[in-house]
């Protein structure tokens, strides 16, 4: 017998496996000692909103049954070694997913990936984080597994297509994502738990034939008239396939570069920039939990997700969280040397003492008017002056400019910084110097604003540290809505985050997907 349940519990019932048991038991009506009985979650989410927390779930009940797997979805991969190639440049989530795909539809990937792999990419992480060395082809943003690797490893997405988020999630529970994924309704798996699962995917893809080609920087592309026939790396190979999937995540300049060099059509685009805004955890908690002491030993470390819209010189922008890492760190993400660039990531326990999150503001070309003469670099080229402007004022190091909020709003230089999960250091700036004014200026009023959203958060216990640039790519590779190939140059297919059609694990990997869907259905079957 099988039972579907849909409970409102107390952080107790929901998260103590054995309390869970015997609550569902008794809301069906059963005795506590039921034998041959099984329970379990389906979906969960936590209701913070009353005084009292709730946790909504969705159960199933099973009764002298076997409740069998919660996948839908098992991949099958088929041997592809000598079947038609097709070309994916880069291995983050994007890259990784279409290589599957494309097995799964009998087409062989071959994937470029400027960085290491993700054991020999640990070495040059601890670099940055101790010595402040950064690799240009080896950091928090390139390397197997993309940023996301090393980067938290959040799962939630706004896309509305749920049959497709299913799919990735049950690819990542058969390469050992635990089943809880697929339960919570804001799925997490933490940046300590990614390496592993990373790996795994690269050992499906060679396991059926498909290529990976670590340390292998693109360097030209191969064009023929209106038509892109393979690429060409930087050890002098020429790697040709069917089609070209661009896959190179947000930071990859270089690839913006060539593409404006060979007049491949690329388009400026807006974007977000700020800051990493830093609380003790326990204050969040206090906050969204409300509660006076701490959260309990139930319920995880608490999110917060805030927006304000702002004016300033007569122009609406709007001021917002991003990427918010409750229990989490705050991590050096430079790409080049000269540069400092923040990210967060937490993980999977979410026990740091710390909580941090992106508050950016949105970037539109209008407000890039110096940068006009860079075309359709314009925002990426001043993307990159904050950044090294952060690396000058932090003392030209990985060492980071930062500031305590409320003295932030109040133009005040702070005279001392507080503890900090940023392993590399701070240094007490005045963060109007970092930041233009119609960053600085939308930052503080809206900094005030989230104080009466959530009572005590503008507080000088917090400080922004900057600068969080890498929201997303300041740079749009068009392409068709219908065929995602793009307009101009026959077989590339521009795809995810580094050609602005994604933001975040999930939909990057929704959208490497549909890319070898694309170029497969068209050029290959």
């Known amino acids: ?43 969960r989410s936590i209701d913070a909103r009353g005084r009292k927390i709730i946790v909504n779930v969705e159960a199933e009940l099973f009764i002298n049954e076997s409740p069998g797997s919660l996948l839908d979805h098992l991949p099958k991969y088929q041997d592809v070694r000598n079947a038609d190639r097709i070309v994916i440049v880069g291995a983050g989530p994007a890259g990784l997913f279409a290589a599957l795909r494309a097995i799964e539809l009998g087409v062989k990937p071959i994937v470029i990936e400027r960085g290491k792999d993700v054991r020999a990419r640990r070495r040059d992480l601890a670099a940055i984080n101790k010595e402040g060395i950064v690799n240009p082809d080896s950091n928090y943003c390139f ?39 697929l339960v919570d309704a804001h799925p997490h798996i933490g940046t300590n738990k990614l390496p592993v699962l990373v790996a795994k995917l690269r050992e499906s893809i060679l396991a059926s034939g498909g290529e990976i080609h670590f340390e292998t920087r693109v360097e030209d592309l191969i064009l023929d008239r209106d038509e892109i026939k393979g690429v060409l790396t930087n050890h002098g190979d020429a790697i040709r396939g069917m089609g070209v999937i661009l896959a190179t995540g947000h930071s990859a300049r270089d690839i913006f570069q060539l593409l404006a060099q060979r007049k491949v059509l690329i388009e400026a685009k807006p974007f977000a920039l700020g800051v990493r805004i830093e609380h003790s955890q326990n204050l969040i908690d206090r906050i969204q939990y409300h509660c006076e002491l701490d959260r309990g030993p139930y319920l995880p470390a608490s999110a917060y997700s805030l927006v304000q819209q702002t004016e300033f010189k007569g122009k609406q922008r709007g001021v917002f969280s991003f990427c918010m890492c409750p229990g989490g760190f705050i991590v050096p993400a430079a790409t080049a040397p000269g540069e400092l660039v923040v990210n967060g990531m937490s993980p999977s326990r979410r026990d740091s003492k710390f909580a941090n999150s992106g508050m950016v503001v949105s970037v539109e070309l209008e407000d890039l008017p110096h940068y006009q003469k860079f075309g ?37 230089v702070s005279t001392s910084l507080l503890d900090t999960s940023y392993q590399p250091g701070l240094e007490s700036v005045e963060m109007r110097a970092v930041l233009p004014d119609f960053i600085s200026e939308r930052m503080a009023i809206a900094f005030k604003a989230f104080g009466q959203k959530m009572k005590g958060y503008f507080t000088n216990e917090a400080q922004i540290i900057g600068v969080e640039s890498r929201t997303s790519s300041p740079v749009r590779i068009p392409r068709d809505k219908e065929t995602f190939e793009h307009p101009h140059i026959k077989r590339l297919y521009p795809c995810a985050e580094g050609a602005g059609y994604a933001g975040g694990i999930v939909s990057a990997a929704m959208d490497g997907e549909r890319c070898a869907e694309k170029l497969i259905a068209a050029y290959v079957n």
């Open 376 to 412: 359709a670099l314009a925002a990426m080229h001043f993307q990159a002056d904050i950044e090294k402007s952060a690396w000058e004022l932090g003392g030209k190091n990985q060492v980071a400019p930062a500031q305590r909020m409320v003295d932030f709003v109040n133009r005040k």
């Open 143 to 181: 390397g197997e597994g993309g940023a996301g690797t090393y980067s938290d490893g959040k799962l939630y997405t706004r896309s509305k297509k749920r049959g497709d988020i299913r799919r990735i999630m049950e690819i990542l529970v058969a390469h050992g994502a635990t089943e809880e994924i």
């Open 1 to 43: 017998m099988k039972k579907t349940l849909t409970l409102q519990l107390s952080p107790e019932e929901a998260y103590d496996e054995a309390v869970f048991k015997q609550t569902v038991l008794r809301k069906a009506g059963l005795p506590a000692g039921t034998e041959e009985s099984f329970a379990r979650q389906t979906r």
